[in-house]
């Protein structure tokens, strides 16, 4: 638990972090709350991850966000790795306890289910199937999050099978994988369809897929948050289905996190979501 009494520091160590929106959210919180602290960027080159991961202890850090492309790096440079982290293969949160102990988390996954939650409270990862597109490291966060929290069946389809398959490997049998080319007909029957591909960002092209299969009562969810509604988000609106962008996994990510640091389990006001869109 963090000391309330001195000032707090955490921060994001990543290869760039420039980009980050994670200071805004953390830095509101913490006028919000209150608490004497900051959030500040740590851009650390590989080379000198190490170095720097011996340093959060010793500099009284309360932890830090991890970022690409030390996510899997650090693995070997925290004293312990939560089971869930461990399963995804990532570690995006560092946990510094009061005698130094360095604690890896991975809260991606458990935010973007937050988030669907949020959006329809009466969804649960074991309503029916779910369709997962796409196998990187985001995706990985998110099937075996929704595995761990219940989910029955989990189809992936990416357009490298491999990826999937190890996906399938680490989780268990829940998922099933499935080529890229059969992922509109995986839609019959689901009740989430939720986009892990980088396709639909700003700048790359569309996630090209026919919705015509999709169950309207099946929750859509994008992990983009720019553009705020991708293509997929806006044809699933259309189609009659509740959509979910990537802006609720950041934040929901984050509350654990904060929690963890700073000893206050934070809200997400519309005053927040206000700061993170004035940085679009
Ligand atoms: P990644 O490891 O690079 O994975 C990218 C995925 O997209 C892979 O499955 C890749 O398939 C697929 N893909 C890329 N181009 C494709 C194409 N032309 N056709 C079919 N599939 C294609 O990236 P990641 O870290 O998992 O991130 C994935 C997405 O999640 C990104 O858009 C990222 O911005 C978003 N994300 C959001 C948050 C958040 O806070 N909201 C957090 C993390 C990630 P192959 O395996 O075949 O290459």
Redesign the pocket.
């Known amino acids: 638990m963090a000391d309330q009494n001195t000032f707090g520091i955490a921060g994001l160590l990543g290869w760039p972090v420039a980009h980050s929106r994670s200071p805004v959210i953390h830095n509101h919180w913490l006028a919000h709350y209150g608490i004497a602290g900051r959030y500040v960027l740590f851009p650390v080159p590989p080379e000198k991850l190490e170095a720097a991961v011996r340093g959060i202890a010793t500099l009284g850090l309360r932890g830090c966000n991890v970022t690409?492309p030390h996510k899997q790096a650090i693995f070997p440079l925290v004293d312990r790795v939560d089971e869930l982290a461990r399963k995804i293969g990532a570690i995006n949160t560092v946990v510094v306890e009061k005698d130094g102990t360095l604690i890896g988390f991975n809260n991606?996954g458990n935010?973007?289910i937050q988030s669907l939650r949020d959006a329809d409270p009466k969804w649960r990862p074991d309503s029916g199937p779910i369709v997962v597109?796409?196998?990187?490291?985001?995706?990985?966060?998110v099937v075996a999050s929704l595995a761990a929290q219940g989910a029955k069946e989990i189809r992936v389809a990416?357009?490298?099978l491999d990826?999937a398959q190890e996906i399938a490997d680490a989780v268990g049998p829940v998922v099933k994988v499935l080529p890229?080319k059969q992922r509109e007909e995986a839609l019959e029957d689901i009740a989430l369809l939720a986009n892990?591909?980088?396709?639909?960002?700003a700048g790359?092209?569309p996630l090209d897929i026919s919705l015509d299969r999709l169950p309207k009562r099946a929750l859509v969810g994008d992990?983009?948050?720019i553009p705020p509604e991708t293509p997929l988000l806006a044809a699933a609106r259309l189609h009659g289905n509740i959509t979910v962008n990537?802006?609720g996994?950041?934040l929901n990510?984050a509350r654990p996190a904060f929690n963890a640091w700073f000893g206050v389990m934070p809200e997400i006001t519309p005053a927040l979501r206000q700061a993170i869109a004035a940085t679009f």
């Open positions: 690409t991606d935010g973007f597109l796409g196998a990187g490291g985001a995706a990985r966060a990416n357009r490298t990826k890229w892990a591909t980088s396709l639909g960002m790359k092209p992990l983009i948050y990537g802006l996994l950041l990510q």
